[in-house]
């Protein structure tokens, strides 16, 4: 992250460009953010086991916030009351936030389908499905959902308005707009209708965001959502629809179909049709090799729950391991081999668990069930993902991104 005084205003620069790829700033009220970027997820106003200052020495430049879990609790006007999502986190580099619509989606259709937050992103590439389909807690209607909350089963709704009530409560530097997300297993009938009352959803968004303003000083930026499911057809229609709209920015948001192959298709028929004056956003992807094949298409940012969530269940970002090549990228530091192991778990990184302790000593926490190998295993792959992006930045520059992708993924570049 660029370090440089805050700016009044939201604003997108490209820096440097080989066909689709590139590299940029992303200018915020609250930092310029240097891109590619990997936004890391604080759901909850948090990102899990750390602090403000953990993120700050991970490098992490931007963090994406949850609409609807901050909606539920502790409240929008809550967090407004106290000075808006920054000062109530103590966090004073740029946040995102989401409309509300992927979690709405997961008490829908993403129990209904066992996909998305509950299963697989990509039903298709799993083994053995890990849930079973329940029963939705959402309804959807052309003014909006009405949901139960996850909490305590009380009644809700949010609709495009609301959603952009909440997000500028909140006070985010950019919110999105309020969208309908599909699963991988609804057909093309039900994807179009969906993608067109997205496409409406995206209108009233922008509406009420005109009408509305900042409550907590700076600009806030609006990115519309682009939907259509893993139909070519569709995914080239609503990225129309959403580029022809007045947006700061772009996101790729919905069911990016069955397999990676179907996600790197939907980045095919989506990226060439946006306009290069606006940041595009990728939601929910952030493994590694799905990094290295959505730059190469031409995406600046993309957040992911993965580095976290596998760092609290023991997975350590490495691309090597004792000079030994990590096909998965990751380390499972709850193997026994690690118990008396007295090397860092990467001898190179910076981060605060590899210069000051041991892998013995990180596996006795995972074993012991100590709260800090959440903190410490979380504060490496944060840092590993930011150093691999700046890495990637300076390697689209050089030329070299063929050559640095081998030496994470190995020769066999196919998503992993």
Same mark, same amino acid.
């Given at each position: 992250m660029s370090n440089s005084a805050p700016h009044d205003n939201f604003g997108f620069e490209t820096l440097w460009t080989d066909g689709l790829a590139r590299t940029g700033r992303l200018i915020t009220p609250h930092g310029v953010v240097d891109t590619p970027a990997f936004v890391a997820v604080g759901t909850r106003a948090a990102v899990k086991s750390l602090d403000p200052d953990d993120l700050r020495a991970a490098d992490q430049a931007v963090i994406f916030a949850n609409t609807y879990h901050l909606y539920l609790r502790p409240g929008a006007d809550v967090v407004s009351d106290l000075g808006g999502l920054h000062r109530f986190m103590g966090w004073d580099r740029p946040i995102m936030t989401d409309s509300g619509g992927f979690q709405v989606f997961s008490l829908g259709a993403g129990l209904e389908h066992g996909v998305g937050k509950v299963a697989p992103m990509f039903p298709g *590439?799993?083994?053995? @499905?890990r849930t079973v389909a329940g029963k939705a807690l959402m309804k959807v209607d052309e003014e909006g959902v009405s949901f139960k909350s996850h909490l305590d089963g009380s009644d809700h709704r949010l609709t495009p308005e609301s959603s952009i009530e909440i997000q500028r409560k909140l006070g985010a530097d950019i919110v999105l707009a309020f969208d309908e997300c599909t699963s991988p297993l609804h057909d093309h009938v039900y994807t179009r209708q969906a993608m067109e009352r997205t496409h409406r959803w995206a209108q009233r968004s922008l509406d009420a965001f005109e009408r509305s303003g900042p409550q907590h000083g700076g600009h806030q930026a609006l990115y519309g959502i682009t939907q259509g499911g893993w139909f070519e057809d569709l995914r080239r229609e609503s990225t129309a629809a959403i580029a022809a709209m007045p947006f700061d920015g772009i996101a790729i948001g919905g069911s /990016?179909? @069955? %397999?990676? *192959? &179907?996600?790197a298709a939907v980045l095919a028929w989506s990226i060439p049709m946006l306009p290069e004056s606006r940041p595009r956003h990728l939601l929910g992807i952030g493994e590694i090799p799905d990094i290295f094949m959505a730059v190469e298409r031409g995406i600046d940012t993309f957040d992911c729950v993965s580095p976290t969530r596998m760092a609290r269940n023991a997975g350590l970002i490495a691309r %090597? /391991? &004792?000079g030994r090549f990590l096909p998965r990228q990751r380390i499972n530091m !709850? +193997?026994?081999?690690?118990? !008396?192991d007295p090397k860092p778990v990467v001898e190179d990184c910076p981060c605060a668990l590899c210069t000051n302790f041991s892998r013995a000593y990180l596996h006795h926490l995972f074993r012991s069930k100590e709260l800090l190998a959440h903190r410490l295993a979380t504060l490496h792959n944060l840092t590993q993902? +930011? !150093?691999l992006m700046a890495s990637i930045r300076s390697a689209l520059v050089e030329g070299s991104l063929p050559t640095l992708r081998e030496s994470w993924l190995g020769s066999d570049l196919r998503p992993d």
């Open positions: *590439e799993a083994a053995v @499905r /990016l179909g @069955r %397999t990676k *192959e &179907d996600m %090597t /391991l &004792d !709850r +193997n026994s081999c690690y118990a !008396r993902m +930011n !150093r």
